[in-house]
Antibody, heavy 121, light 107 residues
Framework: QLQLQESGPGLVKPSETLSLTCTVS??????????WAWIRQPPGKGLEWLGN???????SYNPSLRSRLSMSVDPAKDQVSLKLSSVTAADTAVYFC?????????????WGQGTLVSVSS | EIVLTQSPGALSLSPGQRAVLSCSAS???????LAWYQQKAGQAPRLLIY???TRATGVPDRFSGSEYGPDFNLTISGLEPEDSAIYYC?????????FGLGTKVEI
């Protein structure tokens, strides 16, 4: 059973860069079964897919955020990282990492508990 | 642009009743990419259904998925108090993993 855990600062100033890490346990980040995704949820709102990355480094980003997003993977540490630049209050959200299973039908099957990031001066 | 629309926005039902939640695409989409998630307050979403029809591991059989052309339904039969949650559908549209706005179910 995969377990995912997000970590990073809970408060980021406007115009700065939000940085989060997702640590995967209970399985290998090098599994060819999964992509590793970031999904966020503003308070009281719905879910927004940010992007996903394969262990090889192959990435897909949401076009609406592509210019500000960067994802990377560290297979040695079983970690995936997210960087979102030039943040504003609109980026305040709970950020989840999730495994995207592409074995047959694709779906997000394991999720981290999420970490709230607030953008404020 | 294909849009996912969930209906109703909210519903309030009693234990034992049946809930039918709808997820409609504005154009024909593949059922292979349609999934349903349950999110309880303060928790991460939980996968319920994938491929429009298949229950995820450990999901009670009172949850079922169906499809009718561009429309997909999640049916919860014999509602239990712990089914109170927001339910989201999800699809892969225009290379973006897209979630509906959700249906809030109150028991």
């Amino acid at each position: 059973q995969l377990q995912l855990q997000e970590s990073g600062p809970g408060l980021v100033k406007p115009s700065e860069t939000l940085s989060l890490t997702c640590t995967v346990s209970g399985g290998s980040i090098k599994s060819t079964r999964y992509y590793w995704a970031w999904i966020r949820q503003p308070p009281g709102k719905g879910l927004e897919w940010l992007g996903n990355i394969f262990y090889s480094g192959l990435v897909s980003y949401n076009p609406s955020l592509r210019s500000r997003l960067s994802m990377s993977v560290d297979p040695a540490k079983d970690q995936v990282s997210l960087k979102l630049s030039s943040v504003t209050a609109a980026d305040t959200a709970v950020y989840f990492c999730a495994s995207l299973d592409f074995t047959n039908y694709p779906f997000f099957d394991s999720w981290g508990q999420g970490t709230l990031v607030s953008v404020s001066s | 642009e294909i849009v996912l629309t969930q209906s109703p926005g909210a519903l309030s039902l009693s234990p034992g009743q049946r809930a039918v939640l709808s997820c409609s695409a504005s154009d024909i989409v593949s059922s292979s990419y349609l999934a349903w998630y349950q999110q309880k307050a303060g928790q991460a979403p939980r996968l319920l259904i994938y491929g429009a029809l298949t229950r995820a591991t450990g999901v009670p059989d009172r949850f079922s998925g169906s499809e009718y052309g561009p429309d997909f339904n999640l049916t919860i039969s014999g509602l239990e108090p712990e089914d109170s949650a927001i339910y989201y559908c999800q699809h892969f549209i225009n290379s973006v993993w897209t979630f509906g706005l959700g249906t809030k179910v109150e028991i």
